[in-house]
């Protein structure tokens, strides 16, 4: 015989199915629109069509101009960290 309690569907450890169609779990209340999703043929970082395209391990496409740029950047925030943290050891 169930449990007085359990009709208030507070005693389990997971949601139940009602619960979740209540709560609008898993549900898509709004579609994306056309500008919300990237072309095919652009690059990720720049968001235009690709100008001499280069494509990392994980299949990430870039142009070469940007990616140099990105990476050179990330290489002096690199240094500007280790700096700062030497100078306030």
């Known amino acids: 015989m169930p449990q007085r ?3 208030n569907n ?3 450890a997971f949601f139940t199915y009602d619960e979740k169609r209540k709560l609008g779990y898993g549900t898509q209340r709004e579609r994306l629109g056309k500008d919300s999703i990237k072309p095919f043929d ?3 970082l720049c968001l ?3 100008i001499d395209p280069m494509c990392c391990q994980k299949g ?3 142009c070469k101009e940007c990616i140099l740029e990105c990476l ?3 290489k002096k925030d690199i240094q ?3 700096w ?3 100078r306030n050891s």
Do not use: E, T
Request: hydrophobic content about 40%.
């Open 5 to 7: 309690h359990s009709k």
């Open 10 to 12: 507070n005693d389990l």
């Open 42 to 44: 652009a690059c990720c």
């Open 48 to 50: 235009k069509p690709f």
């Open 60 to 62: 990430h496409v870039f």
């Open 72 to 74: 050179l950047a990330q």
């Open 80 to 82: 500007r960290f280790d």
């Open 84 to 86: 700062f943290s030497l």
